[in-house]
């Protein structure tokens, strides 16, 4: 889905913000870095209708362009889009937009489990951009000077509840050896989706580990990185949930709850015997 967002850059000599009309269709104006001014403007062509889609990951795609209908080069800007509930004002997530690598463009990539607890309707969303001291000021404005337009969520897939996430013995990465001179043999899982795809939610995890003949300690981490973090054990990417329970010659399946505001949860294992054979993450 494509919308276009209509800028206008205008260099001005101060620093203060003015708000004025061009053409009778900029309403917004606000001071950015380099003492430029991003002028905030609606027509016709940006009427269109958003829909996303539960049990889908959706992707938008917003193309700014100034009044000339010029795309503008917005690259080194850090773009977000914060989806909110039109009646409660609660906000339901904030994503960073990503640039496409196209001038002009960038996306809003939304996850599946960003709209499993929402039920079908009419919702809003508007997009901001992270000024260099740090403020969040709007990229976009209506007529009326509005900064929110409205977004439909469908429900057409009924795909409840979202999969459970899974890694088996095959897919646990060795990061340490003791026949490369490691103190021990250490395997992780790799990083599973945390809270990154439900955010604002209740945070809760149900984890479920099953050891085969399993003499060894593991732990429960998470992350709260954006980007995926790093394998090794000692990372500083990962902090502890649950840490180091021991088991002695056990094949009975470990479960646990928990509830972390994270965006990777993972399992790292240090055996003496046996393995664990399936981890199973439910979020």
């Not at 938008?60 to 209908?69: E, P, T, V």
């Not at 009924?158 to 897919?171: E, G």
């Not at 995926?228 to 840490?243: G, H, I, L």
Request: proline share 2%; aromatic share 8%.
């Amino acid at each position: 889905m494509y919308i276009n967002l209509l800028i206008y850059f205008k260099m001005k000599v101060s620093d203060f913000i003015t708000s004025f009309l061009i053409s009778k269709k900029i309403k917004y104006v606000y001071a950015v870095t380099g003492g430029a001014s991003l002028h905030l403007i609606h027509s016709a062509m940006n009427n269109k209708k958003l829909t996303a889609h539960k049990g889908l990951s959706n992707e938008i795609i917003f193309n700014i362009r100034n009044k000339d209908r010029k795309l503008q080069n917005v690259g080194n800007d850090v773009l977000r889009g914060t989806l909110m509930h039109p009646l409660t004002g609660k906000r339901i997530f904030t994503r960073v937009l990503e640039h496409t690598g196209s001038v002009g463009q960038v996306k809003l990539a939304m996850a599946e489990g960003d709209l499993t607890t929402l039920s079908e309707g009419l919702y809003q969303i508007f997009i901001s951009r992270e000024t260099a001291e740090g403020q969040e000021l709007p990229v976009f404005a209506d007529q009326n000077n509005n900064i929110k337009f409205d977004i439909q969520i469908l429900d057409q897939t009924k795909q409840t509840p979202v999969d459970t996430q899974t890694a088996n013995v095959s897919t646990f990465i060795q990061v340490t050896n003791t026949n490369n001179g490691d103190e021990g043999n250490v395997f992780v899982t790799s990083a599973l989706k945390g809270n990154q795809s439900r955010n604002f939610t209740s945070c809760l995890h149900s984890i479920a580990i099953h050891p085969d003949a399993y003499t060894g300690a593991f732990t429960i981490q998470a992350s709260c990185v954006e980007n995926t973090p790093d394998t090794a054990n000692n990372s500083t990417d990962w902090f502890n949930v649950e840490s180091s329970v021991s088991l002695t010659a056990n094949s009975t399946i470990y479960h646990k709850t928990f509830q972390v505001n994270a965006n990777y949860i993972r399992v790292m294992s240090e055996p003496t015997a046996g393995n664990i054979s399936l981890v199973q993450l439910r979020n």
